[in-house]
């Protein structure tokens, strides 16, 4: 079992930046690629970015690329979106999600989910 609790959500102005935490624990996630995913109201969840199991390698959804960081910790289960420049069209619920692959993370394939926190940025 995995339990991932975000956290860093809230409501800022656009332009503004906010930073995510993800705190995972429970199998060692260390050793899988982690995520995060965003789900506007009455918009299908989309991925935003991800992060390899040994950092190496990261992805960006094309609407955020040169405005969000995705890192790690130096404590390897916390896991980080910086996000930058925000428009109102970030606003959404922002999910920490994994799953077995090493990689990346595939929504088809996530097995386990955070709760979920909302950022609302205000035109």
């Known amino acids: 079992q995995v339990q991932l609790q975000e956290s860093g959500g809230g409501l800022v102005q656009a332009g503004d930046s906010l930073r995510l935490s993800c705190t995972a624990s429970g199998r060692s996630v260390t050793a899988y690629a982690m995520g995060w995913f965003r789900q506007a109201p009455g918009k299908e969840r989309e991925f935003v970015a991800d992060i390899s199991w040994d950092d190496k390698s990261t992805s960006y959804t094309d609407s955020v690329k040169g405005r969000f960081t995705i890192s790690r910790g130096t404590r390897r289960s916390m896991v980080y979106l910086q996000m930058n420049s925000l428009k109102p069209e970030d606003t959404a619920v922002y999910f920490c999600?994994?799953?077995?692959?090493?990689?990346?993370?595939?929504?088809?394939?996530?097995?386990?989910w955070g709760q979920g926190t909302q950022v609302t940025v205000s035109s």
């Open positions: 999600a994994t799953n077995s692959l090493m990689g990346s993370v595939r929504l088809s394939r996530v097995d386990y």
